[in-house]
């Protein structure tokens, strides 16, 4: 990958810190701060597997496989918050 | 296939574009296995952070955002590096991919001494779980909540730490390796190691890029 698309994505990610922190001083909502900040944090996790970690340039097996622990995740979460949600 | 100029090839891959697909597939499959352990945390961390938010947050106040951000900022740009460090791998310079795992491990060692300062200062203010544990209040349950979320904030963040540590040992191996070989040409192995540590590294670099606005990022608006 060229230095300059590794360059705008690192300065992406620090723009994106800055997001975060300049959020967790505003006056919110607390479960509204939560859910923007996971949002800013889950922007920088894809910035970070799709370039860092190279899917972007990778074969439909490894994509697969790099979903795969997300994918579970999220069954996870969306199962349990059901329990706890409706109780 | 034509495997004979391919030495050291072994008999189950068929070239060494094979070989270099299934190290990165295995390596992601160990980073799916890391998922399952880090997202069980995350689970039991967001269901009481729902349960008790009040408390979670009140005891997040006492984390050092400062810190906490300045850390965030310190592992992305080790990331960066070591990014820089397989994209010098790929070019076969083991030189300037030496020097950005110098620079990873550098920025990794700055990383873990702050966080030695966050849990001193911890120490220090009776944040730590257990007999001396002391936050302002006397409601015995806000208490108790309070406690919890130090229990997961010390856990999660020392387990992170310990990958850190790890992936640290790992590229300062790599880095004495380089300098006792540092006039022979890069192999395919030594790339493919290259590439594997820095998915792992991005791996332990999204953890924590969860952890602080989870730990952090929620307590009340004071700058």
């Known amino acids: ?87 | 296939m034509n495997r004979d100029h391919i030495s050291d090839l072994p008999d189950h891959l068929s070239d060494s574009n094979q070989r270099a697909e299934m190290a990165t597939l295995g390596m992601w499959i160990f980073l799916t296995t890391e998922v399952l352990f880090f997202g069980a945390l995350f689970l039991a961390f967001t269901i009481y952070r729902h349960k008790y938010s009040a408390d979670f947050v009140a005891a997040s106040d006492h984390l050092n955002v400062w810190l906490g951000g300045l850390n965030t900022f310190i592992l992305l740009t080790s990331s960066f590096f070591v990014a820089l460090a397989v994209a010098a791998a790929h070019a076969g310079n083991r030189k300037r991919t030496n020097w950005h795992l110098c620079a990873t491990v550098i920025l990794a060692v700055i990383f873990l001494g702050i966080k030695a300062i966050e849990y001193h200062q911890d120490f220090t203010e009776k944040l730590i779980p257990g007999r001396h544990f002391n936050v302002s209040g006397t409601d015995s349950s806000a208490i108790a909540h309070q406690q919890l979320f130090f229990c997961f904030y010390f856990i999660m963040t020392g387990i992170h730490a310990f990958h850190m540590i790890a992936g640290t040992g790992v590229m300062a191996w790599m880095i004495m390796k380089n300098l006792r070989t540092k006039e022979d040409p890069m192999t395919q192995t030594d790339r493919i190691r290259v590439e594997s540590i820095g998915l792992y590294w991005h791996f332990v670099d999204i953890v924590w890029v969860f952890l602080l606005p989870l730990l952090y990022l929620t307590g009340l608006e004071r700058l």
Do not use: C, E
């Not at chain 1, 690192?10 to 996971?38: D, N, Q, R, T």
């Not at chain 1, 597997?49 to 979460?77: D, E, K, N, T």
């Open chain 1, 1 to 87: 990958m060229k230095f300059s698309t590794l360059l705008s994505v690192y300065i992406g990610l620090v723009l994106l810190l800055a997001l975060s922190l300049g959020m967790a001083f505003m006056p919110l909502h607390g479960s509204l701060k939560l859910v923007v900040g996971l949002a800013v944090a889950a922007a920088k996790a894809t910035l970070i597997v799709w370039f860092f970690m190279h899917v972007r340039y990778q074969s439909g097996l490894i994509r697969v496989f790099a979903a795969a622990g997300g994918f579970w995740l999220l069954l996870m979460f969306v199962l349990t918050a059901v329990d706890y949600l409706t109780r």
